[in-house]
């Protein structure tokens, strides 16, 4: 954007967190007069390159449970359940084909350690909502996965996935057709806090309202957000088309898979029929600065292609076409921070996503709008707003350490691969690292 501009809302970030919350702001109140800056275009942030799983918060209820009570998280985990139906509903209301497939998440293990993770939500949830996961038997883990290297697991219905840069597009041009003025190719340089605040562009600039920082990993720089995330990276490779293969093998359900690492692996079948394969948490950044190396990283590519063949062993022979990585802005539990920054009510955030942002965003959206809006309604007195966290220790401990604890995850993690058992000190500094996708 060039010269001096005016708006209701300032939104800061062109991926799904920043689009769902102008496109809320336009569902309800038409007339807001909403501005996006994206420093490059809509969704070359995490939101178009990353895994495609559309999952509810279920496998995080028990965070839920300790942040906001049972009725709260209950309600929460419903909520986002339903952020996945309604993803789907309006890609189709809106002709965004995103190839949403409801195929369900199998959360499975493919160690021996890694066999009942899932146990402890399970078992809470039996007793509020014993529908959401199905146990399965072992067999049929590895029926429906096609590999025998899945030993056990969960299924939960709910979860679907999207092609994810096909999302974040197609949500840029519905929020384009209600009125939003998207300036992309504007990075931000700065904004003042004091009330209207006023947005700093390379070339321009935005006095607004409110503003509202929806910017992911890219937020861990702004000072008030600095110690409550670390930014990771999430690496990921996909195969060459095999529909045959992947119907020999019996994956042919549309179902996404996780393993139980810490270091999470999370693989789906695409349309065309390949593999994407990611792995999560491996490279971590100094603050909020992004290294080129969380774009891509040819040493990570190949760590991402071993798990591959580790869960694939009959797949080996089938190349690997692309690779690629993006930030992960990981908060301590895992959950996402969304609240007011420093307390002031005319700048809201909407951060830490953690590596499952492309269902919850939706939610996200909703609670940043419904803020904005002072809706009266269970989005604008979300349970989670604003809530006190414990902050990651500054730099450069944070980094030292950060790097001390992936190293012992990596450690134990490719000892209970091969079937070995892990030191006792790499299992004690597992115990440091935040939790991700799943409560373990
Ligand atoms: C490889 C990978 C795989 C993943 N897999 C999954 C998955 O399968 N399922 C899932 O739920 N989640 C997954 N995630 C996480 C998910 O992609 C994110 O949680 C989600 O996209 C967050 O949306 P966002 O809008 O907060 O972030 P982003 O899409 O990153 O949007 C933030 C935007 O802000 C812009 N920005 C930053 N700084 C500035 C500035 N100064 N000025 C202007 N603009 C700025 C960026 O360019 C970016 O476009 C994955 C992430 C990665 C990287």
Known sequence: MRGAAQADVCVVGGGYVGLWTA????EWQPSTDVVVLEQDLCGSGASGRNGGFVLSWWAKYLSLRRSAGKQEALRACRESEAAVRELGAICSAHGIDAHYVPGGWLWTARTESQRGAWEGTVRALEEVAPEVFQRLEPEEVARRAGSPQHLAGVFEASAATVQPALLARGLRRVCLERGVRIHEGSRVRGFTREPPPTVETDQGSVRARVLVIAANAWSAAIRELRRSLIVVSSDMVATAPIPDRLFAMGWTGGECI????????YYRTTREGRIAFGKGGWGIALGGRIPPSFDRS?????????DLHHAYPRLRDVPVEFDWSGPIDRSPDGLPLLGYLGGRRHILYGVGWSG???GPSLLGGKVLAARVLQRDDWYGAFPLWDRRMPLFPPEPVRYVGAHLVREAVRRKERAEAAGRNPSPIYRWLSRFVPAGVEDH
């Not at 040819?298 to 071993?306: F, M, P, Q, S």
């Open 356 to 358: 499952n942002g492309v």
């Open 298 to 306: 040819l040493r990570r590519a190949e760590g991402v292609t071993a």
């Open 258 to 265: 996780t393993d139980s690492q810490l270091m999470i692996d």
């Open 23 to 26: 496109y809320w702001l336009k």
